[in-house]
């Protein structure tokens, strides 16, 4: 059987621009806070180094904007990158033309820090839900060819629980995209989330561990993903509801070693690795979900 090859994210963002926070910490307040995104995100491009793994970050424009060499940095090392969008909010807030001027400006910074181009996105908070798939129009408009922003789950804040658990292609009015969703498990006819973030942290590691073979035996690979924040013990601690902490804060100190065993027991590569033949594919009719919301 042929190893499968699954997929490294990295959402770039500072431990501040959480939705988590969204409620108790304006947006500028962000400037006075302590950054701790550049010194994370190095040392998880180097523990990438020492283990061999390439991957994809998604990066917001708002660290890009101020950090440019951090992003030279990750595509020096050899990394796909893509956007997470400029001012991290909520694609659902947002109407097309707030939406459209934060992904142009969101590409334009990424692209000019690094000098390359940037083609995939993923929302903030995997906020690509029903009601805002119109969003995929302007993404094709400003040039992505690929996202990564459906979670086919129920959650209380993101989730579209019957889009397709595989990587598939997507027609809409303004061309085609493909989706890449974050990865899940089928249980007894619901969608468990394996993907990574706070379920790699809150989930046993031998259940990541299964979960991940199933889909990888099922010939998906697995779309991983973390934040650069989840491996910082020692970040600020806001004042923030016991669930809202729970999910942010629980086993940040045990997140690098776990990754050490993930990276031990699977294979990872960026998303631009493994898309090729995908994109080349006709358009499915499991997608017909999506053609026209």
Do not use: C
Request: proline share 5%.
């Amino acid at each position: 059987m042929t190893e499968i090859i699954n997929r490294m994210t990295v959402d770039v963002e500072d431990y501040f621009h959480a939705t988590a926070f969204d409620r108790s910490l304006s947006r500028s307040s962000w400037t006075q806070r302590e950054s701790r995104v550049e010194r994370n995100t190095m040392r998880l491009l180097e523990f990438f180094h020492q283990h061999r793994v390439r991957g994809t970050f998604f990066v917001l424009g708002w660290v890009a904007e101020r950090y440019p060499a951090l992003v030279r940095s990750i595509a020096a090392s050899g990394h796909e990158i893509a956007s997470h969008g400029f001012h991290h909010q909520l694609v659902y807030t947002l109407t097309v033309d707030q939406f459209r001027e934060d992904v142009r400006r969101a590409k334009g910074t990424i692209e000019d820090a690094f000098g390359g181009v940037v083609r995939g996105y993923r929302a903030p908070s995997f906020s690509m839900v029903e009601s805002s798939l119109w969003a995929l129009d302007v993404l094709v408009e400003e040039g992505h060819t690929y996202d990564a922003s459906v979670f086919p789950i129920y959650h209380d804040r993101y989730g579209i629980p019957d889009a397709p658990r595989r990587t598939h292609t997507i027609r809409r009015p303004a061309g085609t995209i493909v989706e890449v969703p974050a990865s899940t498990i089928r249980v007894r006819g619901t969608n468990l989330p394996i993907a990574g973030g706070g379920y790699f942290r809150l989930f046993p590691y031998p259940f990541t561990r299964w979960a991940m073979r199933r889909v990888n035996a099922e010939g998906e690979p697995v779309t991983f993903y973390i934040h650069p924040w989840e491996i910082d013990p020692d970040q600020p601690r806001l004042a923030i509801s016991p669930l809202v902490a729970m999910r942010h804060y629980t086993k940040i100190g045990d997140t690098l070693n776990r990754l050490e065993r993930l990276v031990a027991d699977f294979s990872f590569d960026g998303i631009d690795a493994t898309l090729d033949a995908r994109t080349a594919l006709p358009v499915s009719a499991e997608t017909k979900w999506a053609h026209a919301k």
